[in-house]
């Protein structure tokens, strides 16, 4: 095994922990490896990005920039010159506008190695195993058919039934009873996937054999109900059509056969090759790992098609692989930095903390005990991420472990577009109450801004430039002023023109003329609704963070680090903008951050502050 000499990093970022919860299980004892990582290392609170979301979050920490500077501003990014309501994807990693350390490693003859984290993909600037992370619209470009759950006889065209006789003799002690095709939609618009299905009885109960073609001899696996296959592998259509090796998994849900009754979930089909920049390297350890786990949101399981046990265990499988794929690069690869992503427990508060938090007011006190058993089932197997990294870095590494933004109860939806028409500055179509009339409206909200529909700025502006100034002051009082008809309370707790959040990077071009926060409890939503709408713990998103004031402490996250390079006092450290971490990171790594970057390194965490190293002489924008 190689090592260097010189100072190495690997960072474990957990998405979306709450910061009182994660010090509330590291005392119980669920979390023992960053316990002890703690114990010996600092800790520092960190103030997330406005807003904070995962995409910004993860690119502020990465670049050391604000969102200003780096380009990503929101979950979707509304684009100058484009329509208020076509907005883009804010989570690939092409429409960054500010170097990444990973980059700025690799050009410092550094090795890099990024484990699906958030802004890497797709990215040609380091040695990275992706794949689509889940999350944000994302869709990776070696996904050939979606996760989903196929059932007969009451699917929606994925489960086809068709008479067909099978080829070939069943195994021993399985009698077929019904025969069947599944079909997945190709991701790409290709030709759907086929499988041959058989159910049968068995001595064991149901069973349903899934075959490439209706042949006993190309079986992929056989289930019983409530049963995981192996990962199998077929051929699929690429995004280009062509056909190539892939892998998912099955469940087998339900299965019934008096009356024939199948249900079987699919984990998304991925290609098995093309997760790294040089393939090989992906392919090296694809033969440690396995093929990539993923998909963890909870989207099926609000919408009832999977249930919380399925939930878990594919969240288990995502985090054993992940444990896999970092051990294999930690030990074989001559590493300088390593970053690997988890996104479970930022999923398991919003599944779970409307069930947990009893401001909600539709808690329910005998559910919670469950719901908090399975909030420390999802941190005890973060931490096992954390052992299997810290144990496969060695002793001699500088281990990271933190989060990019905390979690606080979101109880009730205000939808602020309903507020805007009935207040007359904004009106939807007469024949589409759902979509927005541009020729009527003065101003809309998407995300945690209001934008004026400015004549010669916007494609469909109408209000007159002169007018802007006055309107948003109208429009910040109006927006402070609305309250919650249940109990009177206040709901938006800041709301300013863009310039005034300046000092948290929030004044990019891609942000509204106003940048608004809502209280705790409060969530903002675009879709059409009514204004207010409380929500329902374990069918929908029960917590937030996105349209928090990031300066809350709910709102922030914490940064552990210990290490040859780190102080092992634990010496308090008073909360830093996260854009602080990466010159930090650099720091340790001896390397110059970019001239431009907004962050400072965190110099009262090292054990020895390093001599600034020489960097090249550029004034810093202010
Ligand atoms: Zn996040």
């Not at 997945?184 to 068995?202: D, M, V, Y």
């Not at 289930?223 to 990962?231: F, K, M, T, V």
């Not at 801004?449 to 006055?470: C, H, K, Q």
């Not at 009514?530 to 937030?544: C, H, K, N, R, Y």
Request: glycine share 8%.
């Amino acid at each position: 095994m190689k090592r260097h000499a010189r100072s190495r990093i690997a960072i474990v970022g957990i998405d979306g922990f709450s910061p009182s919860t994660l010090q509330h299980f590291l005392g119980d004892g669920v979390m023992p490896a960053l316990a002890s990582l703690a114990a010996r290392g600092v800790r520092v609170p960190l103030v997330s990005t406005l807003p904070a979301t995962t995409p910004v979050a993860w690119a502020a920490m990465s670049t050391g920039c604000y969102p200003a500077k780096n380009g990503i501003e929101g979950f979707l990014l509304h684009r100058p010159g484009r329509r208020l309501d076509d907005r883009i994807s804010g989570v690939y990693a092409d429409l960054m506008t500010a170097e990444p350390i990973w980059q700025t490693a690799c050009l410092n003859g550094l090795s890099s190695y990024v484990v699906k984290f958030p802004l890497s993909y797709p990215s040609a600037a380091t040695l990275r195993v992706d794949g689509a992370a889940g999350w944000g619209g994302l869709t990776c470009l070696h996904e050939a058919a979606a996760s989903g759950v196929s059932r007969w006889p009451d699917g929606e065209n994925a489960l086809i039934s068709a008479v067909e006789q099978w080829a070939g003799q069943p195994p021993a002690g399985l009698s077929p009873v019904w025969l069947g095709c599944l079909s997945l939609s190709s991701t790409w618009g290709h030709a759907p996937i086929r499988f041959a299905l058989a159910l049968s009885t068995s001595e064991d109960g149901p069973a349903v054999s899934i075959a490439n073609d209706p042949d006993w001899g190309s079986l992929l696996t056989t289930l019983l109900r409530g049963e995981w296959s192996d990962p199998v592998e077929i051929p699929a259509a690429d995004r280009r059509g062509k056909v190539r090796r892939c892998a998912l998994r099955f469940k087998a849900l339900a299965l019934e056969t008096d009356p024939v009754s199948v249900q079987l979930f699919n984990t998304p089909v991925h290609e098995l090759s093309g997760h790294s920049l040089p393939d090989s390297l992906w392919q090296k350890h694809r033969r440690a790992a396995g093929p990539i786990e993923e998909q963890t949101d909870p989207s099926l399981l609000f919408s009832g098609a999977i249930d919380v046990a399925t939930h878990v265990d594919r969240c288990q499988l995502n985090t054993d692989w992940l444990c896999r794929i970092s051990q294999s690069v930690l030990r074989d690869e001559p590493w300088d930095l390593f970053m690997v992503h988890t996104h479970i427990v930022d999923w398991a508060h919003h599944v779970l903390h409307g069930a947990i938090d009893s401001r909600h007011p539709r808690f329910e006190p005998d559910r919670a005990d469950q719901a908090d058993a399975l909030l420390r089932h999802f941190y005890a197997m973060t931490d096992r991420l954390v052992a299997s990294v810290i144990d496969a870095a060695g002793d001699d590494a500088n281990i990271i472990v933190m989060g990019d933004h905390g979690q606080d109860l979101h109880h009730t939806t205000v939808r602020f577009n309903h507020w805007l028409a009935g207040t007359g500055y904004l009106a939807f179509r007469d024949d589409d109450p759902t979509a927005i009339d541009w020729t009527r409206t003065l101003a809309c909200t998407l995300g945690n801004s209001v934008y004026l529909n400015l004549a010669g700025r916007e494609p469909t502006g109408i209000v007159d430039p002169g007018r802007a100034a006055v309107l948003i002051d109208e429009l910040c009082a109006g927006l402070l002023g609305i309250s919650d008809p249940r109990n009177g309370e206040r709901v938006v707790h800041v709301a300013a023109p863009r310039e005034h959040f300046a000092y948290l990077g929030a004044h990019g071009r891609g942000m509204g003329d106003i940048v608004f926060c809502l209280r705790s409890g409060y969530q903002a939503r675009n879709d059409p609704g009514p204004m207010f709408e409380i929500t329902t713990p374990w069918a929908e998103f029960t917590s937030g963070h996105d349209h928090f004031w990031p300066l809350d402490p709910r709102l922030q996250s914490l940064m552990f680090a210990a290490g040859p390079a780190f102080a092992a006092d634990g010496r308090p450290s008073r909360p830093r903008p996260i854009v602080d971490v990466a010159p930090t990171i650099l720091a340790v790594l001896g390397i110059a951050p970019p001239p431009d970057i907004d962050g400072v390194t965190i110099e009262s965490v090292l054990a020895d502050p390093p001599p600034v190293p020489a960097a090249p002489s550029q004034p810093l924008e202010v």
